[in-house]
């Protein structure tokens, strides 16, 4: 029980008590009393009771507030407290995300570097193929040979264009990048691998028609472009 309950129950009973120690030795007095006179009687009496109460109740509900304020206050530091684990956590997972983005660029630029210093010399053992099949069948000037080579040529120029394209992305991955930036160099890394796999899979059906049958290259295309 609170303290001011407490207070108030004892005050309550030593004023009672002094009340009846003047009621009761002049009872016969007070017996004659008329029914307004009563009315004044216990009102005067209940009256500094009341007050008691009044006071003491108005206390407690001062330590009710300060109790509920406390409660707020708790509230709202645990709620920060939330607040900045969930930021954290976001941030960490922010980090972890560009990480892994930064590690796929730099694993795409890494992979099409090689197949793209390969591409030439695939495209030229191709070419030499074609020649000597040509040749050997004594149709050197045929038109097949001359589109095949043309078709060539413009596939050399194409593994040109992707090379510069490739240097041009490789200012674009850095730690300095934000992740939405990656994740863009990362799309446009995609399409060059598209490309460049798909002049792997343009040389290995040209490869197979200047054989008649299957593919016979001494030649082996890096495994992520081969087009397999």
Partial sequence: MDW??????????????????LTIPNWNEFSSLEPNEWGDFLAGTAGPLALAWLVLSFYQQGEELRNSVRELEDSKNQQKKLADRNKEILELEARRQKEVTLSRAYELFSD?????????????????????????????????????????????????GLGKDLREYSSMIGEE??????????????????????????????????????????????SDFSGE
């Avoid at 001011?4 to 009340?19: C, D, E, I, K, Q």
């Avoid at 030439?120 to 053992?125: A, M, S, V």
């Avoid at 990048?177 to 059906?205: G, H, Q, V, W």
């Fill in 112 to 160: 099409l570097q090689a197949a793209l210093r390969f591409l030439p010399d695939r495209i030229d053992h191709v070419k030499k193929k074609v020649t000597y099949k040509c040749a050997a069948q004594g149709n050197y000037q045929s038109s097949y040979r001359i589109s095949t080579e043309r078709e060539l040529d413009s596939f050399a120029a194409s593994a040109e």
């Fill in 177 to 222: 990048k934000s992740t939405l930036e990656l994740i863009k160099t990362n799309a446009a890394l995609y399409d060059l691998k598209n490309r460049t796999e798909y002049l792997f899979r343009k040389l290995d059906i040209i490869e197979e028609v200047s054989e008649g049958v299957g593919t016979t290259s001494d030649v082996t295309t890096p």
């Fill in 4 to 21: 001011r309950s407490l207070l108030g129950l004892t005050l309550t009973g030593l004023y009672s008590v002094f009340v009846l120690s």
